[in-house]
């Protein structure tokens, strides 16, 4: 069964870069769909990139351009690469897995496991 850990998070000013890892102490993820969501205090959680197991990979409007999902299957981990930071990107960040044989989705519900989350801050 997969299971996931974030790390990477912390505070940058706009304009820099981070990147998140999602590594699995399980070493499954390979047969899963990963994708990142994000929540930011008050709103509700926003799907912002997902890689399917062939490496297909999805981004929403908001990030597409500046964000680059990958993963690496012999290491167990699910990157993403944030660069050209906004304020507006402040937020919570999980990453999530759904089995791969079943369709790509962007709806947070039809993850089934999730790790426990890691603080991005981007000041202004």
């Known amino acids: 069964q997969v299971q996931l850990v974030e790390s990477g998070g912390g505070l940058v000013q706009a304009g820099g870069s981070l990147r998140l890892s999602c590594a699995d102490s399980?070493?499954?993820?390979?047969?899963?769909?990963v994708a990142w969501f994000r929540q930011a205090p008050g709103k509700e959680r926003e799907f912002v990139a997902a890689?399917?197991?062939?490496?297909?990979?999805y981004y929403s409007d908001s990030v597409r351009g500046r964000f680059t999902i990958s993963r690496n299957n012999t290491n167990y981990t699910v990157y993403l690469q944030m660069n050209s930071l906004k304020p507006e990107d402040t937020a919570v960040y999980s990453c999530?897995?759904?089995?791969?044989?079943?369709?790509?989705?962007?709806?947070?519900?039809?993850?089934?496991?999730w790790g426990q989350g890691t603080q991005v801050t981007v000041s202004s």
């Open positions: 999530a897995a759904r089995y791969g044989f079943l369709p790509y989705t962007n709806y947070a519900r039809d993850y089934l496991y």
């Open positions: 399980g070493r499954t993820v390979g047969r899963y769909i």
């Open positions: 890689v399917r197991i062939a490496g297909n990979t």
